[in-house]
């Protein structure tokens, strides 16, 4: 492991994901888009992609920068997103914490989850791997990267990720 970024202990990158877990199922999202950094990227790529894929030059369900993604939270929070309003019901869970690797870009980590969603009488079930680039802001630490990877081979059942995994 190329120690270049302060590394924290798992458990404190298990504990900051717990965290973000419950402000994505209590729709706190403003508090959600606060873990981040100010160049920060969120990306979902298309069900089944390899874990090198790259947004630039493949289709990605979600590709946004800091920019979109303050875009993408604020129009999730109007009662005009018609896809989640009102809200869907969620429960993320978050398993198997692992430190990857830590280079300049900052501390990799990578987890499994099942992110649970109940609407119009319909439950869907999400799950997948996220892959996170954490950085030390001023002794904080903040999310530069984060990858959702949906490990199903297609979006048929759910139809749609309208919610954030």
Not at 99 to 109: C, K, Q, Y
Not at 140 to 163: E, G
Request: with cysteine.
């Amino acid at each position: 492991m190329n120690a270049v970024t302060k590394i924290w202990a798992r458990a404190d990158y298990e504990e900051f994901l717990f965290a973000e877990a419950a402000f994505l199922d209590e729709w706190r999202l403003e508090e959600w888009l606060a873990l981040f950094t100010q160049d920060a990227v969120y990306e979902v790529p298309t069900a089944g992609a390899s874990d090198d894929a790259d947004s630039a030059t493949s289709l990605f369900y979600i590709a946004d920068d800091y920019s979109r993604l303050c875009h993408r939270v604020r129009r999730l929070m109007k009662k005009d997103a018609h896809s989640e309003y009102p809200r869907s019901h969620l429960v993320h869970m978050i398993s198997n914490v692992r430190i990857l690797n830590s280079d300049s870009a900052g501390v990799h980590v990578g987890c499994v989850f099942i992110t649970m969603r109940s609407k119009d009488e319909n439950t869907d079930s999400y799950f997948g791997h996220h892959r996170y680039i954490f950085r030390n802001v001023d002794g904080v630490m903040r999310i530069a990267s984060k990858r959702s990877f949906l490990d199903a081979d297609n979006l048929r059942p759910q139809v749609r990720v309208s919610i954030i995994l």
